[in-house]
């Protein structure tokens, strides 16, 4: 399936075959001879093949991608280590451009078992942003509980994929996947460099902070944006009226004295 994947996948992203040529470091004559099934590529070439149009060795080289649509991929760092790579299961639709999943609240005991997997993955409720930032790799997510109110319980959190965890910010908002909380949302205070865990602290102060080990985190996704149904409730506190109310009294008492 080679010859005619390679020269599907080439049109599909506009390019001629010198062009593919330079991205893959080989000669034109070399991809003319590959798409016309008179050579075969070197097992390096299928790999540079398959990273650069983001489709497995195996789809390349068994399926008719101009008739099948294929599973994406992408190989990230995970974690700490830079040069740790896993692969992270992505969707796209017909422009090649990446959707955004959608990981219900029903889904996301599931999620801690298919996060890897492709066909888990391609199953999920799909949509797109316009207004998010195109670099990046987004998933939504969907919250329940109120420990980080005033965002409510059943409100969608979209994420950007963190590859390296230790540039993560004190109170930076995360969504966290591990097997010990599941999928949680939380503001993360980085301890990494001093003993390997993550604090994790709710807006609502009624739940106390807790650590997670890094050992134990699957993905991190950053919240980028939030869709829910309801508006938050302005808090209209004792202590917020008191101070209007001061505020007020000084603005009289300058009056006075003009």
């Known amino acids: 399936m080679v010859d005619n994947n390679l020269k599907f996948l080439r049109k599909k992203n506009g390019l001629t075959q010198a062009q593919l ?59 700490t280590d830079g040069g740790k790579l896993r692969v992270l299961a992505i969707t796209i639709d017909q422009d090649n451009r990446e959707n955004i ?14 996060y ?12 797109r942003l316009p207004m998010l930032n195109t670099t990046g790799t987004h998933r939504a997510f969907e919250i329940k509980g109120d420990s980080m109110l005033p965002i409510a319980s059943g409100t969608v959190i979209i994420g950007k994929y963190i590859e390296d965890w230790v540039t993560i910010k004190d109170g930076t908002p995360c969504i966290l996947v591990s097997q010990q909380e599941g999928v949680v949302f939380k503001r993360v205070y980085n301890k990494i460099k001093s003993d390997s865990t993550l604090r994790l ?11 997670l080990g890094v050992n134990d985190i699957y993905e991190i ?9 309801s508006f938050p409730i302005a808090d209209f506190s004792l202590s917020k009226l008191t101070s209007i109310v001061m505020d007020l009294q000084q603005e009289v008492i300058k009056l006075k004295r003009a």
Not at 201 to 211: I, L
């Open 21 to 79: 040529a330079e991205k893959l470091n080989i000669k034109r004559s070399l991809v003319g001879a590959y798409e016309e099934g008179r050579a075969e590529p070197r097992l390096s070439t299928l790999v540079n093949i398959s990273r650069l149009f983001e489709v497995s060795l195996d789809q390349l080289v068994t399926l008719e991608l101009s008739k099948n649509k294929p599973e994406a991929s992408k190989e990230i760092q995970n974690g």
């Open 101 to 114: 999943e959608l990981v219900p609240y029903k889904a996301s005991a599931g999620y801690l078992n298919g």
């Open 116 to 127: 890897a997997d492709p066909e888990f993955i391609e199953e999920l409720p799909k949509f």
């Open 201 to 211: 602290h709710s807006d609502n102060p009624v739940f106390h902070p807790y650590e």
């Open 221 to 229: 996704w950053e919240a980028k944006a939030y869709i829910s149904n």
